[in-house]
C-alpha cells in the first residue's frame, strides 16, 4: 500500500512522506486507520479519503505546505555559501529542475498505471517497475533492488530529518536560556546581549531525549494528529514573523560578495537539495486528487510558489544579517520576547513534527523486525526498536552539533538520491525500448550526473569542513545588532 499519511484537521495539516510499500501486516493496519499521512521530506489527514480526493486547493496547500520546514531557516546560511547573485540563481536553477524530474516521476508512474491497470503506483514501485521495463536483462533480474534503494534513501532521508531536529531544538533553546536575563520588551533597540553561560549545546540535545522517546512511542497515528496540527500552527506563525522582521532595514548590499567561493558552493547545494526534498509527497497526493488531470499544473504552481518563496527568504535573510548570518536564521533574532517566542514556538513545532517524521522510517523497519519474532516478543521488540533508533538520532546530532553541516550532509546523501538522480534514470530505463530522443537521454544523463556531482562534492566538503573545525563546533548564540 502507498504512501502517505497525513495528520491534520478536517482537511489534514501533514508534514510527512510515506512512499513506499508496506509490510502486509503494516499496510493492512494503516489502511484500516483510514488516513492518510504525508512527509514529508518529509516528509509530514483523516480528510483525505480517496472516495472524495482533495481539491486543487487543497492539493497546492499540501504541496506548499510540506516543504515548509527547518531547510527553509538555513537558505539565508546557504545563500551566504554560494553568494548574492549565485545563491538566488542556483536556488531557481534547482527549482526548475527539482520540479522537472517529479514530473518525470509522476508521468512514469501513470504509464505503468495505464500498461497494469492498477490505480496507484508508488515511487517504489514505479522504480521497480521501471527497471523491470529496460532493455538490461540484468536490470530486469535485479528489479527489485528498485525499491528496496528508495527504502534506504527514505529511511535515511527521515532519520536525517530527526538529526536535523534534534540540532535545531538544542541550538535554539540554548539561545533563549542565556539570552533570558537580557530580553526585553522592546524589539527596536538592540545592543550586545552578554549571555549567561550554560551548559553545551550537546548536553541540551541529552536533555530533550527523554522527550522524544515519549513522543516516539506513540504508535497510533491518530493521537499524532494533534500534534501535527500544532505544529503547523506554530511554525506558520513563526515563519510569518521572521519574513515580516527581516524585510526591514536591510543594509547596503554592495558589500556582500555577488559569487562566493567555489569551496562552499557543495554546502549550498546540501542544504537547498535538502529543503526541495519532497518528491516523496507527489505520487500520493496525485492520487487522492478528485481530479488527477489538474495535477501537474498543480505541482508547476506550487514548485513555483515554493521556490519563490525559497529565493525571497534565502536573499532577504543574508542581505539582512550579511556575514553574521548563523545557521538557522532563528539563531539571529533580537533578543526581544515578541522574537524569543518565535524560538520557542519553532521549538514546540519541531518537537512535535519529530514524532511524525520518526514515523515513516518506524513504520517501515518494525513491521518487518516483529514479524520475524513470535507475538509474545513482538510489542517488546517494537519499544526496543523505537528507543534505539531515537537514540541514534540524538547520538548521530551529538555527533555532529552543527547544523549547517548536518543539513547539507542529509541534503548531499539521500536527498539528492530521491530527488536528483533517480528519476531521471528512471524516464530512461521506462521509455528507452520504445525510442527516445538522444537530446532527451542526453538531458537525462545530465540532471543524474549534476546529482551525483553533488551528492559527492556535498558530502566530502560537509565532512572536511568538520574535521578541519578540529572536531565539532558549536555556535555562538550570541547575536550582536548594530543601528
Not at 578541519?468 to 555562538?476: D, E, H, I, R
Request: hydrophobic share 45%.
Amino acid at each position: 500500500m502507498p504512501v502517505t499519511k497525513s495528520a491534520g484537521g478536517p482537511q489534514g495539516a501533514v508534514d510527512l512522506k510515506l512512499d513506499l510499500r508496506y509490510p502486509p501486516k503494516s499496510a493492512k493496519r494503516l489502511h484500516s486507520k483510514d488516513s492518510s499521512f504525508w512527509d514529508g521530506h518529509p516528509s509530514e489527514s483523516p480528510g483525505l479519503e480517496k472516495t472524495t480526493g482533495i481539491t486543487a486547493f487543497q492539493t497546492l496547500v499540501h504541496l506548499v505546505k510540506g516543504n515548509m520546514g527547518t531547510g527553509i531557516l538555513g537558505l539565508p546560511l546557504a545563500v551566504k555559501n554560494a553568494g548574492i547573485l549565485t545563491g538566488p540563481l542556483s536556488l531557481l536553477a534547482m527549482g526548475f529542475i527539482a520540479c522537472h524530474c517529479m514530473h518525470i516521476l509522476v508521468k512514469c508512474a501513470r504509464r505503468f498505471c495505464h500498461r497494469l491497470n492498477k490505480p496507484f503506483m508508488d515511487y517504489g514501485d514505479t522504480v521497480l517497475h521501471g527497471l523491470e521495463a529496460s532493455p538490461s536483462a540484468w536490470l530486469r533480474s535485479h528489479a527489485h533492488w528498485g525499491r528496496h534503494i528508495v527504502s534506504f534513501f527514505l529511511i535515511v532521508t527521515q532519520l536525517g530529518f530527526c538529526c536535523v531536529y534534534v540540532v535545531f531544538l538544542a541550538d535554539n533553546l540554548k539561545q533563549v536560556v542565556e539570552a533570558v536575563n537580557g530580553t526585553t520588551n522592546n524589539c527596536h533597540y538592540n545592543e550586545t546581549v552578554i549571555l549567561t553561560p550554560t551548559m553545551d549545546s550537546r548536553l541540551y540535545m541529552l536533555a530533550f531525549l527523554p522527550f522524544l522517546v515519549l513522543l516516539v512511542l506513540i504508535r497510533n497515528l491518530r493521537v499524532l494528529t494533534v500534534f501535527s496540527m500544532l505544529a503547523n500552527i506554530s511554525m506558520l506563525v513563526s515563519l510569518i514573523i521572521i519574513t515580516q522582521y527581516i524585510a526591514q532595514e536591510i543594509p547596503d548590499p554592495s558589500r556582500l560578495p555577488l559569487v562566493a567561493s567555489w569551496k562552499t558552493y557543495p554546502l549550498f547545494f546540501g542544504t537547498a537539495i535538502f529543503s526541495f526534498e519532497s518528491i516523496g509527497v507527489v505520487l500520493p497526493l496525485e492520487n487522492k486528487m478528485k481530479d488527477a488531470r489538474r495535477f501537474p499544473a498543480i505541482l508547476s504552481l506550487g514548485m513555483s510558489i515554493i521556490t519563490a518563496l525559497y529565493i525571497g527568504i534565502g536573499a532577504l535573510g543574508y542581505l539582512r544579517f550579511g556575514n553574521d548570518i548563523k545557521a538557522s536564521i532563528t539563531l539571529n533574532l533580537p533578543n526581544c520576547w515578541l522574537y524569543q517566542s518565535v524560538k520557542l514556538l519553532y521549538i514546540v513545532g519541531i518537537l512535535c513534527t519529530y514524532a511524525l517524521q520518526f514515523y515513516v522510517p518506524a513504520e517501515i523497519i518494525i513491521p518487518f523486525a516483529t514479524s520475524q519474532v513470535s507475538k509474545r516478543w513482538a510489542l517488546p521488540l517494537d519499544l526496543s526498536i523505537r528507543l534505539a533508533m531515537v537514540c541514534l538520532t540524538c547520538t548521530l546530532a551529538i555527533l555532529v552539533p552543527r547544523l549547517d553541516l548536518v543539513l547539507s550532509l542529509v541534503g548531499s546523501v539521500s536527498s539528492s538520491a530521491l530527488a536528483l538522480i533517480i528519476p531521471p534514470l528512471l524516464e530512461i530505463t521506462t521509455y528507452y525500448s520504445e525510442g527516445m530522443s538522444p537530446l532527451t537521454i542526453a538531458k537525462d544523463a545530465l540532471i543524474s550526473i549534476l546529482g551525483f556531482a553533488g551528492f559527492v562534492a556535498g558530502t566530502y566538503q560537509a565532512l572536511d569542513e568538520l574535521i578541519l573545525s578540529g572536531g565539532p563546533l558549536t555556535f555562538s548564540n550570541s547575536t550582536v545588532f548594530i543601528q
